[in-house]
T-cell receptor
Framework: GENVEQHPSTLSVQEGDSAVIKCTYSDSASNYFPWYKQELGKRPQLIID?????GEKKDQRIAVTLNKTAKHFSLHITETQPEDSAVYFC?????????????FGSGTRLQVQP | EAGVTQSPTHLIKTRGQQATLRCSPI?????VYWYQQALGLGLQFLLW???????NRGNFPPRFSGRQFPNYSSELNVNALELEDSALYLC??????????????FGQGTRLTVV
């Protein structure tokens, strides 16, 4: 089945710096890659996603890039703020287990130091 | 529209007992996923149900089981509880692909404590 690896597991940055989280996936037929943010004590929520026919997508301070050849995708957060502190999960959608299956990475705990 | 709801919010059990956790998906969603989140970090995939059938299973022992009912709600059962089963159990639901997307919506979780 699909395997999604996420790095790093923890990341600490100074407020205003950029943060980058990387994920790799194993199924070359995966075609949808969402990112979820889980604030302390809350449920994970979708923040941005990208499809395999697109190389980059931006939404204000966050962006996601996808390299299909290398089978990796990354989340970029610029001008980080304390409220960006959370656990971030990447995910990939498997092809061979149906259109609706999502496999998540192990998560990255981002700490933005004021 | 109601989101994904889970019950109970908290559950305390003794080692060796059984626990039953419940999840109601968003109306119209047919897929339900169960995840275990220990230590507030990783989402470990447990089970995926779609239209009443188990579609995929994570690397968990057989004492973790579940089912999905005709109304697409789901139940997770954990038998012979062990201390290391203490974790937050998250349920998520998703519906049909829309514009190439399959967004999963999470419930608030059930905090299971095994003593």
């Amino acid at each position: 089945g699909e395997n999604v690896e996420q790095h790093p597991s923890t990341l600490s940055v100074q407020e205003g710096d950029s943060a980058v989280i990387k994920c790799t996936y194993s199924d070359s037929a995966s075609n949808y890659f969402p990112w979820y943010k889980q604030e302390l004590g809350k449920r994970p929520q979708l923040i941005i996603d990208i499809r395999s026919n697109v190389g980059e997508k931006k939404d204000q301070r966050i962006a996601v890039t996808l390299n299909k050849t290398a089978k990796h995708f990354s989340l970029h957060i610029t001008e980080t703020q304390p409220e960006d502190s959370a656990v971030y999960f990447c995910a990939a959608r498997l092809r061979d287990t149906g259109r609706r299956a999502l496999t998540f990475g192990s998560g990255t705990r981002l700490q933005v130091q004021p | 529209e109601a989101g994904v709801t889970q019950s109970p919010t908290h559950l305390i059990k003794t080692r060796g007992q059984q626990a039953t956790l419940r999840c109601s998906p968003i109306s119209g969603h047919t897929s339900v996923y169960w995840y275990q989140q220990a230590l507030g970090l990783g989402l470990q995939f447990l089970l995926w149900y779609d239209e009443g059938e188990e579609r995929n299973r994570g690397n968990f022992p057989p004492r973790f089981s579940g089912r999905q009912f005709p109304n697409y709600s789901s139940e997770l059962n954990v038998n012979a509880l062990e201390l290391e089963d203490s974790a937050l159990y998250l349920c998520a639901s998703s519906g049909l692909e829309t514009g190439g997307k399959t967004e999963a919506f999470f419930g608030q979780g059930t905090r299971l404590t095994v003593v």
